[in-house]
């Protein structure tokens, strides 16, 4: 049976988060005025972040809540959050009592907007009851619904992708060049589309699409750090346009196709007959 907190005058009980990133880094933080140490992650203290209000409800309604924080702690940089880092983050908040270190869950959820202003920044957080609100049944589209090498792709990512060295980069155009650790000469026209994954440097364990190419060079869809080096390792993936011609001619995975090409559209409804012969005279 979980504890009722809150049910004396004066009580040892204090806020915790739980940021578990998309990049594979997990912080955490408690409105204690020292750090706590549990779950295996140590909770540096913040007092200044706070959860500014949680709703939670017993119908299948999404539960909203809502942080704000000042960027007081150098775990969390105004960087960090104008490229993406905490996009997408798994949060935890619950209650610890810091005496005893017995402690409750509140909100699950993950980070959607995040705003900033004069120092401070806040975060709307999405529940899981937000996927009830999500269509399950799939619409019809020309093109192949499922994301490259993912469910209902089926393709092992690992065949198509390969690790790559940073040769150079234009931060002007967002543009990079990459060297594969063979010397062979990469072909930008499989890439495009396709991801790129930072091992180390500045971006480390962050993901960029790459959006477009030239003969010798790719751009991506985040800003790229200048700080990082030449050399500075990647995962490259392959890209996909999504046509039945790539995923049966370049791949051989025409039977996982998820799409319906030759399904007529809406102008079918608006297009006139044509006669099968001439007119009368």
């Known amino acids: 049976m979980s504890r009722v907190w809150f049910t004396g005058d004066l009580e040892t009980v204090a806020t915790f988060w739980r940021l578990d990133r998309r990049d594979g880094v997990t912080l955490g933080f408690t409105t204690h005025d020292a750090d706590l140490w549990f779950d295996g992650l140590l909770h540096r203290a913040s007092p200044g972040m706070v959860p500014s ?6 119908g299948f309604e999404p539960d909203n809540a809502e942080v704000r924080g000042s960027l007081t702690h150098e775990a969390i940089s105004a960087d960090d959050l104008a490229t993406g880092r905490y996009d997408g983050a798994r949060v935890t908040i619950g209650l610890v009592d810091w005496e005893t270190g ?10 959607g907007s995040i705003s900033q202003e004069d120092g401070a920044f806040s975060a709307d957080l999405v529940s899981r009851k937000e996927d009830f609100a999500r269509d399950p049944v799939p619409r019809t589209s020309p093109s192949c619904r499922a994301a490259f090498c993912g ?4 393709l092992a990512a690992q065949r198509f992708t390969i690790e790559v060295r940073l040769a150079d980069l234009d931060i002007e155009d967002n543009t990079l060049s990459l060297e594969a650790p063979s010397d062979a000469a990469l072909d930008p026209a499989l890439y495009a589309g396709g991801a790129l994954r930072w091992l180390e440097g500045p ?15 790719l751009m991506v869809d985040a800003p790229l750090d200048a700080q990082a080096p030449p050399g500075t390792r990647a995962f490259l993936r392959e890209g996909c346009d999504h046509t039945l011609e790539t995923c049966g001619a370049r791949f051989g995975n025409a039977a996982n196709f998820r799409g319906e090409p030759f399904l007529p559209g809406n102008d079918m409804l608006t297009r006139y007959p044509a006669p099968d012969g001439p007119g009368p005279a």
């Open 53 to 58: 209000s949680i709703r939670k409800s017993a």
């Open 203 to 217: 971006q480390a364990g962050m993901t960029m699409r790459v959006i477009g190419m030239t003969e010798s060079r």
């Open 102 to 111: 017995e402690r409750d869950r509140l909100y699950t959820g993950t980070i």
């Open 151 to 154: 469910p209902g792709c089926n």
